[in-house]
């Protein structure tokens, strides 16, 4: 008969952990993640900052809500900034006049608020566009890829309404464009801009709803994907970039605990301690300079947050006629004519319809072209997937274009320009834009794919120059160790897939359209160097010295 001795902490703080373990089972919980291993590699920093910046957005908005008045309702200003003193504006307008001046530590929580929320934005975009270029969003991950893209779009969501509180001349401008774009939709356009400002525009009730909106339901919704997306994350693995050791089947780096738990934490305060400095030292939307609302001046040389800029930007791009095209339609219905206003509606949902719709859709789309259903946890260099890469360059060029259109006025005034001429130039580089961004970035990955490939069966070049004992001279090459070789040999070899009958022989049109799009994906491509061409460059030019001609590395 065997007995067995229950263990006694000797400390309170032991006595206490153990009481919570005992009744909860966290350290089998503790004790399995903390042995999660994540790979180390800097491009997976921005998925850290985009937390890290979003837990600093939690705690400055909290200090933030203390203080600010949601309230549309009509104050005569009477704080410590002298210029706006005895001027009517909102009561949210003057409590974020308080919180700049009269509140102490406010305007430098405010500044952190943005900052962060600007930093929150960027860090998920550029996350998203690593997870985009290296086939991160490959199965088993592609519900994980969604979850980003919601996240894209919450965070966007999240950082407009944030803009809008203030109710100053700047944020009630841009809300004045989101009224236009509502009021564009047919038929029931009027009646959500009525629901949503409570009247006609500006209304008395957005500020309140979009406060709602800001504090509650966006980050309540934020906060669910980053859980559900830091689970699939756990119950996926990490992804990691392909070397020696690495395959589908491991993940090779450092474990949660205590390696990989203490570099976050130090890189969060890190983080912490730059957006405070940048806080401190840079002012960020001064909204004592605009004033309050008033929907009768426009104000001029004001952007949006760069988020928002390219939705504004396609507005300024979209002509109001074509000739004698006319972008505005009367039609006639039995209650009376509506008027569809195309030039505001098509530029505020087209672009950004397309561009979230591939988005979504990439993961299926790349598998059904590729008729891979396999599992993948290995990540590609951009290169070697030159058409995805000429794809999101394409993607990208278009949003910069749209960016800067944001920006045509500041353009024309700062270098003197006319303003018609800059929005034709942006016009055509809308359309012209991203073809040429995609043949170029295509062209350019295929061309480093040769150059790898070059450098895998020649050696690189020693910049030692040899003269041989019958006077000739050639340039000594170092042959690559077997990790370098690895590196820049190691892909997967993606070729074109035609057109597949089915069980009856019969080639449907959907699988002919499949096996052009392949085609047309795949037809150029740079193979992979093969062990027997490696070990034939070796035999021809030696082990340590390898040189000769290129050899042809183009397969159709």
Known sequence: MSTTTEYTPKTATGRIANFVDERTGGSAMVKEFGRKIFPDHWSFMFGEVALYTFVLLLISGTFLTFFFDPSMTHVIY???????????????????????????????????????????????????????????????????????????????????????????????????????????????????????????????????RLYSLHIMIVPAIILLMVGLHLFMVIVHKHTQYPGPGRTNDNVVGFPVGPVYAAKAGGFFFIVFGIVAFISGFFTINPIWNYGPYDPSPVSAGTQPDWYIGWVDGALRLMPGVLGNFSFEWNIPFPWGTNTLVLNVLLPALVPAGIIFTLMFTWPWIERWLTKDNREHHLLDRPRNAPFRTAVGVAGVVSYCVMWAAASSDLIATHFHVSLNDVTYWLRTLFIVGPILGFILARRIALSLQRKDREIVLHGREAGIIEMSPEGGFSEKHEELDVYQQYHLATFEDRKVIPAQPDAAGHISAKEKRRGALSRFFFEDRVAPVTPSELAAAKAAHGHAEIEGSEQDSIGH
């Open 78 to 208: 009477d704080g410590s900034y002298n210029p706006l003193k005895g001027i009517g504006m909102s009561a949210a307008y003057a409590s974020s006049l308080d919180i700049s001046f009269d509140i102490r530590g406010g305007l430098f929580m405010r500044q952190v608020h943005h900052w962060s929320a600007l930093l929150f934005v960027a860090a998920v975009s550029v996350h998203m566009l690593r997870v985009f270029f290296t086939g991160a969003f490959r199965k088993p991950r592609e519900l994980n890829w969604v979850v980003g893209g919601v996240l894209l779009i919450l965070a966007m969501a999240a950082g407009f309404t944030g803009y809008s509180l203030p109710d100053d001349l700047l944020s009630g401008n841009g809300l004045r464009i989101i009224d236009g774009v509502m009021k564009s939709i047919p038929v029931v356009g009027t009646y959500i801009s009525f629901f949503l400002f409570g009247g006609e525009f500006p209304g008395t009730a957005v500020i309140p």
